[in-house]
């Protein structure tokens, strides 16, 4: 027995762009920002390239030149100047969205991120209790949809809830519903695990939680990496509420659970790849240890293999796909 049998279809490139089963396009990437009040000019952020801390006036020829690139959906986290516990003011990020859909309109697509770990005192995603040991499910909901509202209003093309409380797809979708805004998607962060691949983007949204809260972290209310049905539940949950699309969160450990996913629950679904995820390629990159394009585009393929129609991406503004 020798010769060629399985090898032959592999030995030269074109072959292989012929019999290719997987493709990435770059229609398929979402490029995070950060807009960050009272900061006076962009700052980058720390351990991913090409990535800033925007100010309201560097987002906007950032945006062009993304757009020139061809990367046309984007995922916007307003950083709000003022840190508060209750009565929030989502006026900042709502003024953000205002100004980028006066200036692109329908050139491009902007989902915003609605989530309150960048506006609380303690950095949870929600408001805490008295005992400051629980974040409060049904106010922490009320008040994401005032912000889901508010970002709407402002000419937001999706709202993407990412704070883990139960019933926020389905609250914010009767929101919207009653004001007019039945244009406005929701993408939910359906399958957000607990996860320690977040440090980077902590520092860029100031959003870990304080030093010194008796809640120190998030397990009480994202996923547990450990447990996998929960988020088979949390995305047919999810798509029950109204959600338009769903998301699994982080991205390359949790392929187990995109493929699951994707498989089990027929609506369109979104993978993130986390600022940690990034940040691990990009170090790879600088040190020399990797050929940064050709590490993220098979990041990006291995998404598409498991099921991801749509991929969030620090690098989408500097794909090479
Ligand atoms: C929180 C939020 C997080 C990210 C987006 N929204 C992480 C967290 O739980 O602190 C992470 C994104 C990333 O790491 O790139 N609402």
Redesign the pocket.
Same mark, same amino acid.
Do not use: E, I, L, N
């Given at each position: 027995m020798a010769g060629l049998s399985l090898r032959r279809s592999r030995l030269n490139r074109h072959l292989r762009e012929l019999t290719r089963e997987i493709r990435v396009h770059r229609e398929q990437l979402i490029q +995070?920002l950060f807009i960050v009040d009272g900061i006076q000019r962009p700052e980058p952020v720390d351990g991913i390239q090409s990535v800033y801390r925007d100010t309201p006036e560097s987002v906007l020829p950032q945006i062009e030149a993304d757009l020139e690139a061809g990367i046309k959906k984007f995922l916007l =986290?307003g950083v709000p100047g003022r840190k508060q516990e209750r009565d929030f003011d989502h006026r900042f990020t709502s003024l953000q969205i205002a100004a980028i859909k006066e200036q692109f309109g329908e050139d491009l697509w902007l989902a915003a991120?609605v989530?309150l770990?960048?506006h609380t005192t303690h950095g949870h995603?929600g408001m805490l209790n008295d005992a400051g040991d629980y974040v409060r499910n049904d106010a922490t909901v009320a008040e994401l949809a005032r912000a889901a509202l508010s970002y709407a209003s402002a000419g937001a093309d999706c709202v993407a809830p990412?704070?883990m409380m139960d019933g926020r797809v389905a609250a914010i979708r009767a929101v919207l519903d009653q004001n007019d805004l039945e244009r406005t998607a929701v993408m939910s962060?359906a399958a957000?695990f607990?996860?320690h =691949?977040?440090? +980077? =983007?902590?520092a860029a #949204?100031n959003? #870990?939680p304080a030093a010194g809260n008796r809640l120190s972290d998030?397990a009480s209310y *994202?996923l547990d990496p450990a447990r996998p049905t929960d988020a088979l539940r949390s995305a047919r949950r999810d798509a029950a509420e109204g959600a338009d699309i769903l998301m699994v969160? +982080?991205g390359l450990p949790y392929l187990d659970v995109l493929a699951e996913l994707t498989a089990a629950v027929e609506l369109p679904w979104a993978v993130? *790849?986390?600022?940690?995820e *990034?940040a691990a390629i990009d170090m790879l990159a600088e040190r020399g240890l990797a050929d940064r394009d050709a590490a993220q585009r098979e990041s990006w393929t291995a998404f598409v293999r498991a099921g991801a129609n749509a991929i969030i991406s620090?690098a989408a503004r500097r794909a090479v796909v």
């Open positions: +995070p =986290f991120d989530c770990c960048s995603c990412s704070d962060y957000k607990q996860s =691949f977040y440090g +980077p =983007f902590r #949204a959003s #870990a998030r *994202q969160k +982080p993130y *790849q986390v600022s940690g *990034q620090y």
